[in-house]
């Protein structure tokens, strides 16, 4: 075993280095403004409850595409992260290649809501927004992109309203809720739900976000700031890492009778493979989804395994089926540089061959 080799005058320059960065990121702490949650301007078309729904500004130079595209995020956190930063922005990117983007903002449920269920979510709001899109566009039909949550939610409403959908885009998206290699599937599966939605009522947000962070817990809690020091110093750099954490810990209730029906239906039983699923009065039954779909998912995503996104091949009605693969994480899919240059022209190029 070799010695370690440390020379005191290195030591000591390494100190004054780190002292000099700390010294500045105290400051660019201190001038730090507030966080803003989305950078690409947007209006409100539609509002009802706790939703917004919002459509982006293309630039003005771009020639939009005559089927507009609808993003619906997941409930869990909000969706500002599909466009975090000017340079790393999945609707600005999407914007840049021809689409005309609208997006979902389910806002924060608080005791009103607790009694909302996956119905009024999905064939009560969703639906509505659908509508609202369709009526101002003069369209029978629109492209739906689901991330996460919201993937599945967009699988159900594809299923029960394939009336209305033209092509339909999942990102990280689960599928079989019960891969060998999901750890928090493992985790949901010994849980009663009854009993915890009967006491809490809503689902607190910071109960989600520390069981999802506790998943790789040095990863996410604490490598990230013992670097932190080297992203201080930098101005930019320091604004998006801000960025990032308020997104992180921006985690809104769940209304309870959602999560209760989420959990037992997908989690437990596995509906989108073993069946069974039932929302409001209406089946679903992934063999109605005959529109053209294209599934991304990430390699090493940790939330949603690549095989519990794989597993939607072949149990559609679809007969136009596209996979994408990003060598990235759940997160990475929105915010890396590599993602960037990939997925939304990507994305852009799908859309535009089966959206004349």
Not at 213 to 224: E, H, I
Request: glycine share 8%.
């Amino acid at each position: 075993m070799q010695p370690f080799n440390i020379r005191p005058d290195q030591m000591a320059e390494e100190m004054l280095d780190y002292s000099r960065k700390l010294g500045k990121g105290v400051q660019n702490l201190l001038n730090a403004e507030k966080i803003d949650t989305g950078v690409t301007p947007k209006v409100e078309v539609y509002h009802e409850d706790k939703l917004s729904l919002y459509r982006y500004e293309a630039p003005g130079d771009v020639v939009q595409s005559s089927v507009p595209t609808l993003i619906v995020y997941a409930l869990v956190n909000r969706p500002y992260m599909t466009d975090l930063q000017e340079n790393r922005s999945t609707i600005r990117n999407l914007l840049a290649a021809g689409q005309d983007v609208y997006l979902v903002d389910w806002g924060y449920p608080d005791e009103a809501d607790r009694s909302l269920t996956m119905d009024d979510y999905i064939n009560g709001y969703l639906d509505r927004c659908v509508d609202v899109i369709r009526k101002r566009h003069k369209l029978d039909k629109i492209n739906l992109l689901g991330i996460c949550q919201g993937g599945a939610f967009s699988l159900c409403y594809a299923s029960m309203h394939p009336d209305k959908v033209k092509n339909l885009i999942t990102m990280v998206t689960p599928v079989d809720f019960k891969t060998p290699d999901n750890m928090l599937s493992a985790w949901v599966q010994d849980i009663d739900v009854d009993t915890m939605i009967d006491t809490l009522g809503n689902v607190p947000g910071e109960l989600l976000n520390w069981t999802f962070l506790s998943l790789k817990p040095f990863s996410l809690t604490g490598q990230k700031y013992l670097s932190m020091v080297d992203v201080l110093e930098d101005e930019n750099k320091l604004k998006n890492f801000l960025r990032m954490e308020k997104w992180i810990f921006d985690s809104p209730d769940q209304a309870g009778e959602t999560f209760r029906q989420f959990i037992k239906d997908f989690y437990q039983k596995n509906g989108f493979l073993n069946g069974g699923v039932k929302i409001g009065e209406r089946v679903v039954d992934l063999k109605n989804v005959t529109c053209p779909l294209l599934n991304i998912y990430a390699e090493q995503d940790h939330l949603v395994p690549p095989d519990a996104s794989r597993a939607l091949r072949g149990i559609t009605g679809s007969k136009d089926y596209t996979e994408l693969s990003f060598p990235g994480g759940h997160i990475g899919i929105y915010v890396s540089g590599k993602a960037q240059k990939e997925v939304p022209p990507a994305i852009g190029n799908w859309l535009d061959e089966r959206s004349k």
